[in-house]
């Protein structure tokens, strides 16, 4: 049970399809949780424009990734979607077709060299053999932040994790966001970390 203006409520934690409600308010959450981190801040001509249409991109490449995990966090009773997160077998590998429009839609909208930046995080990814679900990306409305919602969200992940013989989760997490301080409480240790500019970037794993 949590509480808003006094109110209490419940977080229902569910699997989703990726419906085109439940696209655009991914979307509005995704826009909202990362618009002030740092990588899209110092990235040129970023704007509320440019950064929606970041994840824009971001959910359409992802739609064609077979198998995708979408998880979501609803606030009853007003059945309002407060939380999302996308996620996948971390041995399956996006299509040619799907990822060649979804590298130019990323370079022409944060520029070549940043995106060239990006590409070293999977270039010196860890050589992981046993399967893992792979958090691609959490993210919360920021009004319904810091409590307890990204704790329910992993152990809904872990639980799938565990029910299906997967060794555990893995991430990616930029080192100098409160991400990777909420992910560390989460018990994820760094596996490797990857300079890229001015960004720490770590792989980060839970075995379950």
């Not at 299509?95 to 839609?105: C, D, E, G, M, N």
């Not at 860890?126 to 319904?144: R, S, V």
């Not at 639980?159 to 013989?165: C, H, L, S």
Request: hydrophobic residues 40%; contains cysteine; positive net charge.
């Amino acid at each position: 049970m949590l509480t808003d203006s006094n109110k209490i409520w419940e977080l229902e934690v569910k699997w989703l399809s990726l419906s085109v409600k439940n696209a655009k308010n991914m979307l509005e959450i995704f826009s909202q949780a990362f618009s002030d981190h740092h990588f899209l801040i110092r990235s040129n001509n970023i704007d509320s424009n440019t950064t929606y249409n970041i994840f824009k991109a971001f959910i359409d490449f992802f739609s064609n990734i077979p198998e995708a995990l979408i998880l979501g966090g609803i606030k009853n009773p007003e059945n309002q979607l407060v939380c999302a997160s996308f996620s996948k077998h971390s041995d399956i590998k996006p299509s040619v077709r799907a990822l060649i429009p979804f590298i130019f839609r990323i370079c022409r909208t944060i520029g070549w060299r940043r995106s060239k930046e990006l590409s070293k995080v999977e270039k010196y990814r860890p050589n992981y053999t046993n399967p893992y679900i792979e958090l691609i990306i959490l993210g919360t409305l920021p009004k319904y932040q810091k409590r307890g919602l990204g704790h329910c969200m992993i152990s809904a992940l872990a639980e799938k994790a565990r029910n299906n013989k997967f060794s555990g989760i893995i991430l990616i997490a930029d080192k100098d966001t409160p991400s990777f301080d909420f992910y560390q409480k989460e018990n994820f240790k760094v596996d490797k970390e990857v300079t890229i500019g001015d960004l720490t970037a770590c792989w980060m794993r839970l075995e379950i």
